[in-house]
């Protein structure tokens, strides 16, 4: 295992812990879906021109369209329009929580799909990981009666199975180029999605001055780097290494939240996040 692996998994959790914070704040004067188009519109954008710049922008190839449609329409597309649509009924540390917990789907599908072998060690490590993330869901404090939480909830555990797939599609069709020159194909495919979701589910919304700030934040810098991070971890490291290295997001979300936001922080979050963080040492040295 590659150590500048472990700093891309480092670097897409500092980047996407601080993202739902940052996005359940703008929501105050944004629409959910019409904020997630934005952050993939100047995603697409600042990828694009930073390329453009480089002398690296070029078409996608024949063996790039897997890896192109299963970011794009999944990873990026799928998962911003699911995770968007339930921030704007659930706390953002839940967002954090929920979008990365099952996750943990890249190591079965990667056993059966791709035929990785996990040692044992790495098997404890994922169980520890999940219990922590159980622990930090807390279904205990959840209101199973109210209808909008559950679908808030599904809508996140669909959120992260879709990220899950894009995963393994990448590793069983790498793309011939590298994956930081397909970014802008991955959030231009998402912005045409969710632009299209955007119109139809929120007709009447949109941005507001107070929420563009956290847009470009998101959109120019956390958004492209984080994903190329994520991607290019999930593709890199093994399954269990990067499925617990994720959790770590949830992590670093919940105790932004609890800070900025003013979300609760009770034993759960102190106890999850250690078992969490173990897992991850467990991990690394499996």
Do not use: C
Request: charged share 10%; no cysteine.
């Amino acid at each position: 295992m590659n150590p500048r692996d472990l700093w891309l998994l480092a670097v897409a959790v500092l980047l996407f812990g601080g993202v739902w914070p940052i996005a359940k704040d703008a929501l105050r004067d944004a629409t959910p879906v019409w904020f997630g188009a934005s952050r993939a519109g100047l995603a697409a954008l600042a990828s694009g021109l930073v390329l453009l710049a480089l002398g690296r922008l070029r078409w996608p190839g024949r063996r790039d369209l897997p890896s192109v449609l299963a970011l794009g329409l999944l990873q990026i597309g799928g998962f911003f329009a699911l995770t968007h649509i339930a921030l704007g009924v659930l706390p953002a540390g839940r967002i954090a929580v929920l979008s990365n917990v099952t996750i943990y789907s890249l190591v079965p599908l990667s056993v059966l799909v791709l035929g990785e072998r996990v040692s044992a060690l790495r098997w404890a490590a994922a169980g520890l990981g999940l219990a922590g993330a159980l622990v930090l869901v807390g279904p205990w404090a959840v209101d199973w009666s109210d209808p909008a939480t559950l679908a808030g909830n599904a809508l996140l555990v669909g959120a992260s199975v879709l990220w899950s797939i894009a995963i393994v599609v990448t590793r069983r069709f790498p793309p011939q180029r590298p994956m930081l020159e397909l970014l802008p194909f991955f959030f231009g495919l998402a912005t045409l999605l969710l632009l299209l979701l955007a119109v139809w589910r929120e007709p009447g919304g949109g941005i507001g001055l107070g929420a563009l700030p956290h847009a470009a934040f998101i959109g120019l810098i956390a958004a492209p780097l984080g994903t190329w991070s994520v991607i290019e971890a999930g593709r890199r490291l093994p399954s269990t290494v990067a499925s617990v290295g994720f959790m770590l997001v949830p992590v670093l979300g919940v105790t932004l939240g609890a800070l900025w936001l003013g979300e609760p922080v009770g034993w759960d979050i102190w106890v999850g996040g250690a078992l969490i963080f173990a897992s991850v040492v467990l991990a690394v040295r499996g």
